[in-house]
């Protein structure tokens, strides 16, 4: 290498960016022991920052566009250098390019199970996962709160963190929401808004926005899915002897397709728990009978017929009263009468009701 040559290598003068990643955050422009000549170009695409500090004090921050570095343009290294009346000579500085593009995809999910206390259920265990988007908003804020010296900040040494922020304001607004476990799953659009609320400020602090908050699922306990699987089957069948004839069909079928005979007792198993459940059942309809027996429910109500006597009306009489007005020759078939829905009165004879009880009453004995 000629003189010329290493003399060129150490003034720099295009100053640059080209990310080539989907996960850097910050890139610390590489010069080793290069330093930045008066008239340098700077290069700051779309969705970058560039940000100059000097011996550990950030500098000049610069939005997109193409720079040539004067004096005018570094007020702030201008001033941290002293530089009153401009500079002609090389100057070193660190250049920083902060990526302010969204970081979409990110994952979180709790790590452990967490309890909630539910009016149905008690106190039951979760799980949830999700993603969120996040970008960088205030660069000077993250380089100073996160990145710190680092030459090449991605999110993955970010993302453990954000996650624990994230869990544990989801478990708040988890409790702070009230809703029932069941209506979990059709409301995950408002939880999810209101925890990309609560997490605003947080993020902020850390010169970061979340854009977007997702909750792609909130996972039950196995056994708890499970039983509420079994009670949505009884629900949709209505007859618990339906639906234990359905499992010991299931559970007999398994058994016959597993040639290894690990089926077999699972099947035996399933449907010896059906049979357990007809029992109660069946022992619960023989109490409902008993208590059937034991308290009769009451007679319908009889038939009353109003009696037209001696141009009076007189009742209403039941049907055995009439049965012994008729032996005692108080009515015949001639004697008016009349029940409710009766358009009028009517000879007795005429009424099917009365006319049947006539037949049932025996003439008078034969004279001795």
């Keep these: 290498m000629g003189l010329f040559d290493k003399i060129k290598g150490e003034l720099i003068d295009i100053i640059e960016w080209l990310d080539s990643s989907s996960d850097t955050m910050v890139y610390r422009f590489e010069r080793k ?80 199970v967490f309890y909630i206390r539910d009016a149905d259920f008690g106190r039951v265990s979760l799980r949830a996962f ?33 996650r624990s922020l994230i869990v544990t304001r989801f478990i708040d607004a988890i409790g702070e929401s009230k809703l029932a476990l069941l209506d979990f799953a059709q409301n995950y659009k408002d939880l999810s808004d209101f925890c990309q609320q609560k997490l605003g400020g947080e993020f902020s602090e850390y010169g970061l926005e ?46 016959a397709n597993n040639q290894n005979g690990g089926g077999g007792v699972e099947g035996m198993m399933g449907m010896a728990m059906m049979q357990q459940m007809m ?12 208590q059937t027996v034991n308290n009769p429910p009451p007679p319908p109500p009889g038939l009353n017929f109003f009696v037209s006597i001696g141009g009076q009306q007189a009742g209403p009489f039941d049907m055995n009263t009439l049965k012994q007005m008729i032996a005692q020759n108080q009515i015949n078939k001639e004697t008016y009468v009349w029940k409710e829905g009766m358009p009028n009165w009517m000879a007795a004879g005429q009424v099917s009701e009365v006319a049947a009880l006539f037949g049932a009453v025996p003439p008078p004995p034969p004279p001795q």
């Design 33 to 112: 022991d290069n330093e930045i000549k008066n008239g340098a170009q700077l290069t700051v695409r779309e969705s970058q920052v560039a940000v100059f500090i000097n011996e550990g004090e950030i500098g000049d921050v610069f939005p997109p566009g193409r720079y040539q570095l004067t004096t005018q343009n570094l007020p702030i290294l201008t001033t941290l250098k002293g530089w009153k009346y401009g500079f002609n000579s090389p100057f070193k500085a660190e250049v920083y390019f902060i990526n302010t593009k969204r970081f979409t995809d990110q994952k979180w999910g709790t790590p452990n």
């Design 130 to 162: 999700g993603t969120y988007t996040m970008k960088v908003t205030d660069p000077v804020k993250f380089i100073k709160e996160v990145a710190g010296t680092s030459g090449d900040f991605t999110t993955d040494q970010i993302k453990n963190e954000m």
């Design 210 to 255: 979340i854009t977007k908050f997702l909750i792609s699922s909130i996972s039950l306990p196995e056994e708890l899915q499970k039983k509420l699987d079994e009670g949505t089957g009884m629900n949709m069948l209505g007859d618990i002897n339906k639906y234990a004839q359905m499992k010991g069909a299931d559970a007999m079928s398994n058994a």
């Design 279 to 290: 029992n109660q059942q069946n022992q619960q309809n023989q109490q409902n009978q008993k």
